[in-house]
């Protein structure tokens, strides 16, 4: 090839690229594999005087395409995903860890449910379900006061790989929803746009359930939605587990200086019932009051203190939820990067002062940190029905029910705790955006005002609405009507199949 013809490809392929054309990867065989290259994208417009990028125009690949698409494979996403398909919906669950489990597996949370004293009353369904098959597999051991389960966080992950695995679900890792895509010239969904190191595709779907914890589909489709100001969101944890505790010393302890829920009430105006007050409770706090006396830790630690809960024979103390931070907005990723170095340098400061006051800990090691913070609070879709804090607290009862929820209430500085059988039900009504169809929203960004989000937002609660999102996908393709117009007493009776407790 002369010159000539060496400038009219090269003139070519620079065209082709400002067209938003893709060329073919290059290849080249060797003995040591291919040598590739990928065709960079078309330059598209920089305007800096608005701070934007416009991206040109791209043909992308389909990635893939199901009846039911489950976006966050948390507690709501692997409910839903299980739901859906056992409803007979051919169903992908993708999620942007390389894990399904969530708050689990990704934070390091052991308890779908801890508050299980004598007299709560369960839902049953998939949570429940998740908890015996992990107890089955000896992934599991007893909360330290009561009747609930600590799960093991990291075994968890092949926990839900089964569940995954024998429902036949088809999973997708790795992979970030970063847009969505309409019908055309309507509301209804059919389809998101991701982002992996396979680069940019899209996965079509007849229903999309949005259990990414902070509605993020939602967002992205131009559902309405509130979020709750930064300085009064409930704060974020960065979780962490130590190895070296002796187990026998630290439960004397304990046992020598018991802790009860009224101890929580020390650091802030807390709310309870009263029958709240003298049960016991894994927790922390005062120690690092004296830890900051003894000069171990800064002054400045305020925010340290909470709970303990699994123990092993090994010495391996987890679910170390010890270190919060608050004032960070969990969707601006520059509050997440902050939140996630200062919150590894306070679980830091924690283990110092456990080590150093606390029988039992004064070997302790740090084993691990969670994968990522663990956060509570970000959007809550505006739906078709918002739960408030009357529903929740006085035992909700609606016609479009998918299941129930003890009357559990955490956060906001109110705790209380389902010891005397309460219970509210769930409606289908909190899961159903009101400006785009074909989407359900499951999990802790349901429609609610701030103490009904503090029950909600637990992971037992997002089984609830995940596996009732599930079905009501699954169904409403059955028969044929949109997530807006779905038969509610036909997802009721599948939810009932499943062995949901309803009323």
Same mark, same amino acid.
């Given at each position: 090839?002369?010159?000539?013809?060496?400038?009219?490809?090269?003139?070519?392929?620079?065209?082709?690229?400002?067209?938003?054309?893709?060329?073919?990867?290059? %290849?080249?065989? &060797?003995?040591? #594999?291919?040598?590739?290259?990928?065709?960079?994208? +078309? $330059?598209?417009?920089?305007?800096? *005087?608005?701070?934007?990028?416009?991206?040109?125009?791209?043909?992308?690949?389909?990635?893939?395409?199901?009846?039911?698409?489950?976006?966050?494979?948390?507690?709501?996403?692997?409910?839903?995903?299980?739901?859906?398909?056992?409803?007979?919906?051919?169903?992908?669950?993708?999620?942007?860890?390389?894990?399904?489990?969530?708050?689990?597996?990704?934070?390091?949370?052991?308890?779908?449910?801890?508050?299980?004293?004598?007299?709560?009353?369960?839902?049953?369904?998939?949570?429940?379900?998740?908890?015996?098959?992990?107890?089955?597999?000896?992934?599991?051991?007893?909360?330290?006061?009561?009747?609930?389960?600590?799960?093991?966080?990291?075994?968890?992950?092949?926990?839900?790989? %089964?569940?995954? &695995?024998?429902? #036949?679900?088809?999973?997708?890792?790795?992979?970030? +929803? $970063?847009?969505?895509?309409?019908? *055309?010239?309507?509301?209804?969904?059919?389809?998101?746009?991701?982002?992996?190191?396979?680069?940019?595709?899209?996965?079509?779907?007849?229903?999309?359930?949005?259990?990414?914890?902070?509605?993020?589909?939602?967002?992205?489709?131009?559902?309405?939605?509130?979020?709750?100001?930064?300085?009064?969101?409930?704060?974020?944890?960065?979780?962490?587990?130590?190895?070296?505790?002796?187990?026998?010393?630290?439960?004397?302890?304990?046992?020598?200086?018991?802790?009860?829920?009224?101890?929580?009430?020390?650091?802030?105006?807390?709310?309870?019932?009263?029958?709240?007050?003298?049960?016991?409770?894994?927790?922390?706090?005062?120690?690092?009051?004296?830890?900051?006396?003894?000069?171990?830790?800064?002054?400045?630690?305020?925010?340290?203190?909470?709970?303990?809960?699994?123990?092993?024979?090994?010495?391996?103390?987890?679910?170390?939820?010890?270190?919060?931070?608050?004032?960070?907005?969990?969707?601006?990723?520059?509050?997440?990067?902050?939140?996630?170095?200062?919150?590894?340098?306070?679980?830091?400061?924690?283990?110092?002062?456990?080590?150093?006051?606390?029988?039992?800990?004064?070997?302790?090691?740090?084993?691990?940190?969670?994968?990522?913070?663990?956060?509570?609070?970000?959007?809550?879709?505006?739906?078709?029905?918002?739960?408030?804090?009357?529903?929740?607290?006085?035992?909700?009862?609606?016609?479009?029910?998918?299941?129930?929820?003890?009357?559990?209430?955490?956060?906001?500085?109110?705790?209380?705790?389902?010891?005397?059988?309460?219970?509210?039900?769930?409606?289908?009504?909190?899961?159903?955006?009101?400006?785009?169809?074909?989407?359900?929203?499951?999990?802790?960004?349901?429609?609610?005002?701030?103490?009904?989000?503090?029950?909600?937002?637990?992971?037992?609660?997002?089984?609830?609405?995940?596996?009732?999102?599930?079905?009501?996908?699954?169904?409403?393709?059955?028969?044929?009507?949109?997530?807006?117009?779905?038969?509610?007493?036909?997802?009721?009776?599948?939810?009932?199949?499943?062995?949901?407790?309803?009323?």
């Amino acid at each position: 090839m002369n010159d000539e013809e060496k400038y009219i490809a090269r003139t070519e392929r620079m065209l082709t690229r400002w067209s938003g054309q893709r060329l073919p990867v290059t %290849r080249k065989q &060797t003995t040591e #594999g291919d040598v590739m290259r990928h065709t960079p994208p +078309a $330059v598209g417009e920089l305007d800096v *005087e608005s701070g934007q990028y416009l991206e040109p125009a791209r043909p992308l690949p389909i990635l893939a395409s199901c009846d039911v698409l489950v976006v966050g494979a948390g507690p709501a996403g692997l409910s839903a995903a299980l739901a859906a398909k056992r409803a007979g919906a051919d169903t992908i669950i993708l999620e942007r860890f390389g894990c399904f489990g969530g708050v689990i597996t990704t934070v390091g949370m052991e308890t779908l449910a801890w508050y299980r004293y004598e007299g709560t009353v369960e839902g049953e369904g998939i949570g429940i379900e998740m908890e015996r098959i992990a107890a089955q597999m000896g992934g599991s051991i007893k909360w330290p006061y009561n009747d609930s389960q600590c799960l093991d966080a990291d075994f968890f992950k092949v926990v839900a790989d %089964r569940l995954i &695995t024998e429902a #036949g679900v088809r999973p997708i890792l790795h992979c970030m +929803a $970063v847009d969505v895509i309409f019908e *055309e010239g309507s509301n209804r969904l059919k389809g998101i746009i991701t982002e992996s190191k396979s680069g940019r595709q899209v996965v079509l779907a007849k229903r999309i359930i949005d259990c990414t914890g902070d509605a993020d589909i939602a967002h992205l489709a131009g559902a309405s939605y509130r979020k709750t100001p930064k300085d009064k969101m409930l704060g974020v944890t960065t979780v962490f587990n130590a190895s070296g505790v002796d187990k026998q010393k630290f439960l004397q302890y304990t046992e020598d200086q018991p802790a009860t829920y009224a101890d929580w009430s020390r650091t802030w105006d807390q709310e309870t019932t009263g029958k709240e007050d003298a049960l016991r409770s894994p927790y922390l706090d005062k120690e690092f009051d004296t830890a900051r006396e003894l000069g171990v830790i800064p002054a400045h630690t305020t925010n340290l203190g909470g709970s303990w809960s699994a123990l092993t024979e090994a010495g391996e103390a987890t679910n170390l939820n010890l270190a919060h931070l608050s004032g960070f907005d969990c969707t601006d990723v520059m509050d997440l990067t902050k939140a996630e170095m200062q919150g590894r340098q306070e679980a830091l400061y924690a283990l110092m002062a456990l080590k150093k006051v606390v029988p039992g800990f004064e070997n302790a090691k740090l084993r691990n940190f969670g994968m990522t913070l663990g956060t509570r609070d970000s959007r809550k879709i505006i739906g078709r029905y918002n739960l408030s804090s009357e529903d929740v607290r006085n035992q909700a009862k609606f016609e479009d029910s998918v299941g129930i929820f003890p009357e559990f209430i955490d956060g906001y500085n109110v705790l209380i705790l389902p010891t005397t059988g309460r219970y509210f039900e769930v409606p289908y009504g909190c899961m159903v955006p009101l400006e785009v169809d074909n989407l359900l929203v499951a999990g802790r960004c349901v429609a609610g005002d701030m103490v009904s989000h503090a029950a909600m937002r637990n992971m037992m609660a997002c089984t609830v609405t995940g596996q009732g999102a599930g079905v009501a996908a699954a169904v409403s393709l059955q028969q044929g009507q949109s997530t807006a117009e779905v038969d509610l007493r036909a997802i009721q009776a599948e939810l009932e199949r499943q062995g949901v407790r309803l009323h």
